[in-house]
């Protein structure tokens, strides 16, 4: 092992992954935070021979979807199915009964045992697990006609995720490093190799995680397609939903009025639009309205459901090619219609850009190798995180200056905020380096400030922004 990887042992032992091992093909097609759950479970238990147990494990039991009639044949010849899945129960009051959605098998209507719901509250929003389904064709007769479902019933059922997971071991662990050892260590964590990127452009990936551990955290990133921009919301968290293009409904964003509920923004840590030119809304006026008025505070309501309050945060992402050496153009040509209206662009705390991140090629150069923190336990972390307020800590030591609007003096707070949760957990840090990384946060709020500036010139004046250390 290098130094930094006996460290980060030393200072994290359990909660630490060689990040080579989760990249066996039988566990590639797997989330990260639940490949390198079971890597490490499985290393850890049978060291000798855990690669052949894992890929049995997820081969048996995580079927590809175009298996699902040899799966459900199965179970009706068998009796009962164990699955791999992200299990998520919906309660239907009317009928006094909890719908289980299975996803690998296209079912939304299965029957979940009560005592599960009681046990593992957590499956009511979606929650990884292994679990078995026992097939009961006897059901829907004692059931009645008014209810119709999928004989499928979830009777036993066991989590992956990473439970009561102590933000102190995290905090304490972060004194043994050094700022540049706590940046690579972080980089490692995400899959990726530190020693690819300089500084500058390690913070830039780091930021992707900002909206993920800081509450209502508005982000724009623009970069060419294979740097890694939809991965690290896929695959480090699982308190986010990602839209890859497609419609979008406010049921499906705020508030299902048929169901009675909430929709992504109200239980989600962050939503994330992909490729943002094809994203469509199925009544875009009412959409990009409660977006507009939920960007500014956090609130939103919608037809029965009366003013509600998340800490939900938005990434906004598009691809971009341009030519190496050549700059990056006019960027509005790459914002989707709704995007260019400056007063929905104003609410974008920073524009991320991507442009500057290298595309990942090789997985043996681009991906990391050594050990980072388990993606389960890092989403663990970063959910937590969330609860945290670093704005007084920043206002304390960072006075910003310039042409500052409300709107830019808000969006920067914020963005330093979340990236100072980030590199000093603990609370503890050299001013001189909190002042660099501030400096290069408030650019991302100068690239707003120019698209606005483009859109609209006389309303939107180039200005000033900087920030210095409190005397």
């Not at 042409?403 to 000093?424: N, P």
């Not at 120019?450 to 250390?469: I, S, T, W």
């Amino acid at each position: 092992m290098s130094d930094l990887d006996e460290k980060i042992v030393r200072a994290f032992s359990d909660m630490v992954v060689d990040k080579r091992l989760s990249r066996i093909d039988i566990v590639a097609r797997l989330p990260k935070f639940i490949a390198e759950y079971l890597v490490s479970t499985y290393s850890k238990r049978y060291p000798s021979d855990w690669h052949r147990r894992v890929a049995g494990f997820v081969e048996k039991h995580y079927p590809d979807p175009r298996d699902r009639d040899r799966v459900l044949s199965k179970a009706k010849e068998e009796g009962s199915i164990t699955l791999i899945d992200e299990f998520k129960v919906r309660v239907d009051l009317r009928r006094n009964m909890y719908f289980l959605q299975i996803p690998v098998l296209q079912i939304y209507d299965a029957i979940v045992s009560e005592d599960i719901v009681r046990r593992y509250e957590r499956i009511l929003t979606g929650v990884w697990g292994v679990g078995r389904l026992d097939y009961e064709p006897h059901l829907p007769e004692l059931a009645g006609d008014d209810v119709v479902f999928t004989p499928l019933v979830l009777t036993e059922f066991e989590p992956f995720q990473v439970y009561n997971v102590d933000l102190k071991t995290f905090t304490d662990g972060r004194r043994h490093f050094s700022l540049d050892e706590w940046v690579d260590f972080l980089i490692k964590s995400i899959g990726l190799n530190p020693r690819v990127y300089d500084f500058k452009r390690k913070i830039l990936l780091l930021f992707r995680l900002v909206p993920l551990a800081e509450g209502n955290v508005n982000l724009l990133e623009l970069g060419p397609r294979a740097t890694g921009k939809t991965f690290i919301y896929r695959n480090i968290s699982y308190y986010t939903r990602i839209y890859a293009g497609g419609t979008v409904s406010a049921a499906r964003l705020f508030y299902d009025n048929r169901l009675k509920l909430l929709g992504d923004i109200g239980v989600r840590d962050a939503v994330v639009f992909d490729e943002i030119a094809k994203v469509r809304f199925s009544n875009q006026d009412e959409v990009v309205a409660k977006l507009k008025d939920y960007m500014v505070d956090g609130f939103f309501e919608r037809g029965q459901l009366q003013r509600a309050h998340s800490n939900c945060s938005l990434v906004f992402i598009g691809n971009m090619e341009f030519q190496a050496g050549g700059g990056v153009g006019d960027l509005t040509v790459f914002l989707p219609d709704f995007m260019k209206d400056t007063a929905f662009l104003d609410r974008i705390h920073g524009l991320l850009p991507g442009w500057e991140i290298p595309k990942i090629s090789k997985s043996e150069v681009h991906l990391a190798s050594g050990y980072g923190l388990a993606a389960d336990y890092l989403s663990e972390i970063l959910h937590k995180l969330r609860a945290r307020s670093f704005e007084k800590l920043v206002e304390d030591h960072l006075e910003l200056v310039g042409e500052y609007t409300i709107r830019d003096e808000r969006a920067v707070k914020k963005l330093i905020a979340g990236i100072t949760k980030l590199l000093f957990p603990h609370g503890e840090f050299d001013v001189g380096e909190l002042e660099a990384i501030a400096r290069m946060v408030i650019d991302f709020r100068i690239e707003v400030v120019k698209l606005l500036n483009r859109l609209g010139p006389h309303e939107f004046p180039l200005k000033h922004l900087n920030v210095r250390v409190r005397g």
